[in-house]
């Protein structure tokens, strides 16, 4: 391969994960073409973008981007996909329900909420992830909980006390 094509490459894959908050590193060796195209097809309806990688290429491209991307550079051996996602734990969670019908694709690592997950074993701490939009709505919904308490203890309470002073003025 040119250099220019491998810098047009490296270029390519750094704009993919520059334009993607979270991106998982997997390994689909194994996948005959119709379980491929299969996974594919899944990545598109859960807005997954799919792309196959050489590792030194990719390990370049991390390199010039920023945060420090090191920590997934061990992980860069054999063959690597990118599975591409602006929901964090999406990538997850497909990973998962495909490999129990395939075997295949396994997880090498990832780069989610911006935090390191890497081996196999991570899986289901990424599945568990909530996205920072979900958490902003679970906290939400916490601090609005009480208030509605209160609203709702000073409507029916004060439903109570005039019907308390009605029925004393009507006593008179």
Known sequence: MKKEDKSTIIEQIKANVGGYSHFYLVDITGLNAEKTSNLRRLCFKEDIKLVVVKNTLLEKALDAL??????????????????????????????????????????????????????ENQLEALISIKSKNELIGDVIALLQSPAKNVVSALQSGGNTIHGVLKTLAEKK
């Open 66 to 119: 920023e945060p420090d991307y090191s920590p997934l550079y061990e992980t860069l051996k054999g063959s690597t996909s990118l599975l591409l996602s602006n929901t964090g734990n999406a990538p997850a969670k497909l990973i998962k329900d495909f490999s129990a019908k395939a075997g295949r694709p396994t997880l090498k690592a990832a780069y989610v909420e911006e935090s390191f997950y890497i081996g």
